[in-house]
């Protein structure tokens, strides 16, 4: 896979020029693996919102997601230098560590972009990266931002993470009430804070 800004490469993988490996010891995840960062049979163009380009195969995409199958196919009705599709929502640094979970089933600094990674994962229907995200948020919840962490775990429907912020919220409210997140949620989302006071009256019964 390369990536490209203002046509220039940025190397994001192995360099462009090393084969994939063809040792038949190797797993197939390693040797689709070996083929980040290089152009041997590419077929399509990635273009995330700041205008980075990654080189793809567009099988390995189809064959890891049903979203991105759907894309491809609509790219084959088009002659082959049209092959291009841009990813709105997501950024350079975010595309590319998506690709690398398509993959290869990693991710590099998965700690620091998990929200977006997240929404970036339910939109392609990527079910094991959103797992190790859910997983990395759970592990990250914090007083700063354990209401974040609860809203989109609402949004989501993914009821463990919100449980786990929820849990969180109860055994540090004095901290969390004073927190932004807290008081854009007093403002943005009442539903939500109904439901926290709800969860916090029903163990406090008060």
Known sequence: ??????????????????PASTDSKTSASEDFANLLGT?????????????HEFRIHSAILAARSVVFKAIMLRLDLREKRDR???????DGTVLAETLRYIYSGKVEN????KTPLMAVARKYMLDGLMDMCVQ???EDINVDNAVESFTLADLYQIQDLKNCAKDFIRNNVASVVNTPGFKNLKISNSHLLEELYCDLASHWKV
């Open 84 to 90: 291009i599709v841009r990813i709105e929502d997501a």
């Open 110 to 113: 998965l700690k620091e972009i």
């Open 39 to 51: 152009e041997e049979f590419c077929d399509a163009t990635l273009i995330s919102n700041d205008d």
């Open 136 to 138: 990395a948020m759970k």
């Open 1 to 18: 896979m390369e990536c490209k800004r203002h046509r220039k490469t940025e190397n994001m993988g192995a360099a462009a020029s090393e």
